[in-house]
């Protein structure tokens, strides 16, 4: 069994408007920074064997301090980037109910069948998510990986690993916090999956750090 620690980059400047960051290349913020170095503080003692990250810088500079910490190489694997919202990319919602309000009706009833206009199908981005981690599962039985990705792509493979309808992403996942740890275990090969932690809270985890 492998288990990944999989967690969404610090907060980036399109995160206050709430922005559609798919593949667009989006800077951290100052925040984005801070939470990086209190997820490395955690990559520290965290007992991992590896970090891998997605092309996208602001995954990159997040997942950069963590491998430092860990004292690991940082991997790159484009299968980790976001999900591509199409002609939704750098918009907030607002804006896409005024530029094509029907399809964005059709997304919110059925974010797979009716995906953003122009943009990648959430199953195909499943699939290579979660078909990254089973071959990083046989590269590293028996450890403990991180991976710093992305709130859609990480929602997505968690409902493709532990068998949640991916069209009900939204609802069972509806967010990710920046910075937070999920853990799941995953056998080798195509194998299954246990969700272990959800969504906690980095500033909980160094906290409590602090404290020890």
């Not at 499943?126 to 990083?136: I, K, S, Y």
């Amino acid at each position: 069994m492998t288990q990944f620690v999989l967690v969404r980059h610090g907060e980036s400047e399109w995160h206050a408007e709430n922005r559609y960051a798919g593949v667009s290349d989006i800077a951290l913020t100052s925040r984005g920074l801070d939470q990086a170095k209190q997820l490395a503080a955690w990559a520290a003692t965290a007992g991992l064997a590896a970090v891998w990250t997605s092309t996208l810088t602001r995954a990159q500079l997040t997942a950069t301090a963590c491998a430092e910490a860990a004292g690991v190489p940082l991997n790159v694997d484009e299968r980790f980037r976001e999900l591509d919202f199409g002609h939704g990319e750098g918009m907030t919602s607002a804006e896409m109910h005024e530029r094509f309000p029907e399809a964005l009706r059709a997304f919110r009833a059925d974010p797979v069948t009716d995906h953003l206009p122009g943009g990648e199908d959430p199953a195909d981005a499943a699939r290579r998510f979660t078909g990254c981690l089973h071959d990083l599962a046989g590269r590293y039985p028996d450890d403990r990986v991180l991976v710093v990705a992305h709130s859609t792509a990480i929602r997505l493979a968690l409902c493709e690993l532990i068998g949640v309808p991916l069209r009900d992403y939204r609802r069972v996942f509806p967010s990710l916090r920046n910075c937070a740890l999920t853990e799941v275990r995953l056998a080798g090969g195509q194998g299954g999956a246990a969700l272990l932690e959800f969504n906690t809270p980095i500033e909980r985890i160094t906290a409590v750090q602090e404290i020890s």
